[in-house]
């Protein structure tokens, strides 16, 4: 490609592609980077033309987000978004999830205040569609020691019992744990419910030795603590 062509007189599929090449990719807008993931237009739009329509969908999350909601169906009414250009979409999403996990797991863990917990869990669990129920172990000096998720429920309740939950910090050696939701209307507001099962567990997990530290949900970009609201 001659270097006298100016950007704005390559074609727009190429564009995107030629500014990564000059200034990174961290310069590249969320469309831009779209565009070069899906490669090809249709026949009537650029890559670009339908990047843009893609993060226009604004459902159920505006912009960039809402690529890890969309299911491949929602994808593919899209006109020009294929079974093979959907997958690829699809897995922009679960990359960036497991990146984030493999980072937060190099180093050992010290989650001794509500915010660090709630940043540790955020970004895996605010964009979920239905309520997870999450047990974090600790040891004395409040290291991290397990992970593991109790139950997936359904839009507005995850399933979770004291016994699943013990089970597990007696298997991991617990001294302490922190209990861990989201609400997937992204209000992280504590129900009723919340409150009644953290007092269930708190007691149960009392009568064999392990404290209860606090109990986080995750809301979307927000959490609360029930400790720092006096539930515990």
């Known amino acids: 490609m001659s270097s006298h062509v100016k950007m704005k007189e390559l074609p727009r599929d190429v564009q995107p592609y030629e ?12 469309a831009q980077l779209l565009s070069i ?11 670009l033309e339908l990047a843009q329509k893609i993060l226009a969908l604004n459902y159920p999350k ?3 987000l809402g690529l890890l909601h969309l299911s491949l169906a929602e994808l593919m009414t899209i006109k020009g978004i ?3 250009k959907g997958i690829q979409l699809l897995c922009i999403g679960e990359l960036s999830r497991r990146i984030w996990n493999r980072k937060i797991a190099e180093e050992p863990l010290r989650l001794d205040a509500p915010d660090l917990v709630a940043k540790y869990c955020q970004e895996d669990m605010r964009h979920l569609e239905r309520e997870e129920f999450r047990v974090l172990m600790f040891n004395t000096k409040q290291m991290l020691t397990g992970d593991v998720t109790i139950s997936r429920g359904t839009v507005n309740a995850s399933l979770a019992t004291p016994r699943e ?8 050696q617990a001294v302490s744990l922190i209990l861990v939701h989201n609400h997937p209307s992204g209000d992280p507001e504590p129900s009723r419910e919340d409150i009644l099962l953290t007092r269930r567990m708190r ?6 030795g392990i404290r209860l530290q606090d109990h986080i ?3 979307d970009s927000t959490y609360i603590s029930l400790k720092e609201r006096g539930f515990l």
């Open 37 to 47: 993931i899906i490669r090809t237009g249709s026949r009537n739009e650029s890559s």
């Open 217 to 219: 949900i995750i809301g």
């Open 165 to 172: 939950v013990l089970i597990e910090a007696l298997r991991f």
């Open 82 to 84: 294929g079974q093979v």
């Open 62 to 64: 505006e912009g960039i």
């Open 19 to 30: 500014r990564c090449l000059k200034e990174g990719p961290a310069c590249l807008s969320d």
């Open 203 to 208: 007691e149960a997990s009392e009568l064999i």
